[in-house]
């Protein structure tokens, strides 16, 4: 078994687990999973190793973790360098930045100074993307009772509480509050036709439009969280027209990235979708006022039922602590 230090786009946990680097480097690696790709372009691997390095671990200690110890958990044919193995290898710029000059497969130059060698291919996009759009009504709530429960998003977190909070009700429906900071949000299934499954979410912080995606874990199904019914429905709609990606709207302002290759992946160039992303991304946090350091990625988490405490599927609201659906009402 292994421990992995994870620094990803949300999700951090690196502090947390450095400590370990001095007594157990034989037991760690490190990952970068779920990075946004503007994050990528900054690096991934080779940003631990600078940052333990930093802080004044081994710098032997550090690349065992980040290359020998997966190459040895994973029973690759490469990565060491040996008799027989690929010669998959970096240079890079020194053994402090690790900043990456270049890049080699099987013995063959593919990379230098941040730009490939390699050429594109033309695919055929596949994508399985069968929702219909919806209206504003399809996203009213009923007011059952006078308190809600909602989910509370930590900055940085995959782990959400379980809140109640007053619910803010005008004509008998249950509206969102951005003043106390609790939005609607909405999950649609992306498979087939179906209504909106409507829970409540607090800790996104928008103050005006919403934002939705169709990354979302597991299922990676269409997911928003909004201050007011018509721009929850604008962003999801778009995200429907695109067959996937991601979309933010303020008023009649809507921004999109299109993920054609299966709703979530793209089929362009990486520095593009970093650039198109990067709009989009700092949209969110700036006109809509999200404080969260990656909203999009924590959005794509809300929808990951096997992690506690309260998440919003396709089929409702789930208590991941208790593993059982709940009601939206208390």
Partial sequence: MKVILREGSAAKNYSALAPLIKDYSGQLMFCSDDKHPDDLIKGHINQLVARAVKD????????????????????????????NDSADFITVEDLESFNVQNVFVKGKLVAQNGKTD??????????????????????????LSGTISVIEATDGQLITNALTHPARIVDNLVMADPKHDVLKIAVVNRYT???????????????AGAIASCVAHDSHNIIAVGVDDASICTVINKVIGQ????????????LGLELAVAGIMSHQDGLTVAKQYSLIDLFARTDLKSPLHAPFMTLSFMALPVIPYLKMTDKGLFDGGKFEWCGVFC
Avoid: E, T, W
């Fill in 56 to 83: 004044g671990y081994d710098v032997y200690d550090v690349l065992k973790i980040a290359c020998v110890n997966p190459r040895k958990h994973y029973h690759l044919n490469s990565g060491l360098l040996q008799l």
């Fill in 118 to 143: 390699l050429a594109s291919r033309p695919i055929d996009v596949l994508n399985n993307f069968h929702a219909q759009p919806i209206g504003a009504d399809d996203l009213k709530v009923k007011a």
């Fill in 193 to 207: 036709p179906a209504k909106p499954a409507i829970g409540f979410v607090k800790g996104f912080g928008l103050k």
């Fill in 243 to 254: 067959k996937g990606g991601i979309a933010a709207c303020l008023h009649s302002f809507v």
